[in-house]
């Protein structure tokens, strides 16, 4: 089955660009959704279809998709960032949705 | 607005089965596909099962096929979950979405606020 790779943390001083990758074999021919999760919270859609954002998010918040790596890059990082985020794709080939393990993102 | 609140949560024993609910408000639920996806106490979300929009689609997780089953009754606006043979990893806070996208299944856009399964073993 189709498998998305996270890193488990990243940190991020305010002000600066955090980038969070999500790996999947040839990744780039999928397409990749992002969610925000805060601690009891239902997760939040921040990115769909690799690029898009929902109303209501940020232009901080951007994504991309290219070879076996699509990244989430929020910009300009707030303290009210601070969260996990998780990359989700459907597999066509299993008819599974896949989600990454997901990423806590640290506010220094 | 959108609602999605689901219910039926609990403490059951290993073996035993229990029966979850996600009731839909706020949106025409019969034109939606709709998911199952569940997290572990500490861990990250695991996809369990996805609906069709008329019911006639179903799809599962490995871990979950063959003991649960999801159903749903367009006409009470209701999703559900019925959970046989419960293990001890199954423990978790079960949440209900919408799925949207512009063709095939997507992303979610919208969560409920989960219900919480405990199986004791």
Redesign the interface.
Same mark, same amino acid.
């Given at each position: !089955?189709y498998v998305l790779t996270q890193p488990p943390s990243v940190s991020v001083a305010p002000g600066k660009t955090a980038r969070i990758s999500c790996g999947g074999n040839n990744i780039a021919s999928k !397409?990749v *959704?992002w +969610?925000q999760?805060k601690p009891g919270q239902?997760?939040?859609?921040v990115i +769909? +279809?690799d690029i898009d954002r929902?109303s209501g998010i940020p232009e901080r918040f951007s994504g991309s998709n290219s070879g076996n790596t699509a990244t989430l890059t929020i910009s300009r990082v707030e303290a009210g960032d601070e969260a996990?985020y998780?990359c989700?794709v459907?597999d066509?080939s299993s008819? *599974?949705?896949?989600? =990454? =393990? =997901?990423t806590k993102l640290t506010v220094l | 607005q959108v609602q999605l609140v689901e219910s039926g949560g609990g403490v059951v024993e290993a073996g035993r089965s229990l029966r979850l609910s996600c009731a839909a408000s706020g949106f025409t639920f019969s034109s939606y596909a709709m998911h199952w996806v569940r997290q572990a106490p500490g861990e990250g979300l695991e996809w369990v099962a996805l609906i069709s929009d008329d019911g006639s689609d179903k799809c599962y997780a490995d871990s979950v096929k063959g003991r649960f089953t999801i159903s749903r009754d367009n006409s009470k606006n209701t999703l559900y979950l019925q959970m046989n043979s419960l293990r001890a990893e199954d423990t978790a806070l079960y949440y209900c979405a919408r799925d949207w996208g512009r063709d095939g299944y997507n992303y979610s856009d919208y969560w409920g606020q989960g219900t919480l399964v405990t199986v004791s073993s």
């Open positions: !089955s !397409s *959704h +969610y999760q239902a997760p939040l859609l +769909y +279809y929902p996990d998780y989700q459907w066509s008819d *599974h949705r896949v989600f =990454g =393990g =997901g | -």
